[in-house]
């Protein structure tokens, strides 16, 4: 594997529980975005979707220990030349990921392997608006009930589809699941040993079955690119944030 000018090694934390880490995980190939690359290297105000994402999690404020990116190993030169070209010094390890989501969520754990305690954080490279209120509160929350994920209600009408038709859902008790998604380390570790869910939706999915899922107001902000229309909303949200007119 190719040496990462931002990555940086560190010692092993003191095991205790208020330690925060953090798995990015970068997975896609941008195929829905008829992007020429995949979208978490995609521009978005002069920076790669990813790096974006990394910052937020690098922030004092919120007081992240150590973070762990996953890619396709085919993406790692790729990383590794965008780190140059924006002089990123942002301490974090880089990890190939695997066939899955699951896979890659579990490649990113093993590099934490030397850690005994703390709260993790799952979070999607491709959803860089997340605030540090959010990240914030997700992991605090996750510290007192061991699990802990940002959600949002909808706003449309929802229904369910039916053999026969279609059904009108209650969307009050709906809610719609972001990431960052935050668990005790242990518990995490515990999830990932089971085998791999046929109907894997997201961490949660994996750990609901050991322990409940609190649940945190997210942040309608907080969007996951994944169409070009997402990236033009992501780019006008952004320029806001900055005061960019």
């Known amino acids: 594997m190719p040496a990462f000018p931002a990555s940086v090694p560190s010692e092993p934390t003191a095991p205790h529980s208020n330690s925060r880490f953090a798995i990015l995980v970068a997975g896609g190939s941008g195929t829905r975005m008829g992007a020429d690359r995949p979208k978490q290297f995609l521009n978005l105000l002069g920076e790669p979707v ?11 404020a919120v007081r992240v220990e150590k973070c762990v990116v996953v890619l396709p190993a085919e993406q790692l030169e790729t990383w590794q030349q ?19 989501r699951w896979a890659s969520v579990r490649n990113g754990l093993a590099q934490l392997a030397q850690e005994t305690a703390g709260i993790v954080a799952v979070h999607d490279g491709v959803r860089p608006l997340v605030s540090a209120a959010v990240i914030e509160q997700t992991y605090a929350a996750a510290a007192t009930h061991g699990a ?9 009408s929802v ?12 969307r009050a008790r709906l809610r719609l699941v972001q990431t960052p998604q935050c668990f005790e380390l242990d518990l995490l ?5 089971l085998p791999e869910l046929p109907a ?3 961490d949660a999915s994996v750990v609901e079955d050991l ?13 996951k690119i994944t169409t070009p229309e997402d990236l033009i909303v992501a780019e006008a949200l952004l320029r806001a944030e900055r005061g960019i007119i």
């Open 50 to 60: 990813l790096l974006h994402t990394l910052r937020r999690f690098a922030e004092a």
């Open 82 to 100: 965008l780190c140059h070209e924006h002089n990123v010094t942002i301490p974090h390890a880089v990890v190939v990921g695997g066939e899955t």
């Open 148 to 156: 802990a994920v940002a959600a949002v209600a909808p706003k449309d």
């Open 159 to 170: 229904r369910g589809l039916a053999q026969q038709g279609s059904y009108a859902m209650d």
């Open 189 to 193: 570790r515990r999830a990932y040993r």
């Open 200 to 202: 894997f939706t997201d």
């Open 211 to 223: 322990q409940p899922i609190y649940m945190v107001p997210g942040d309608y902000r907080n969007l």
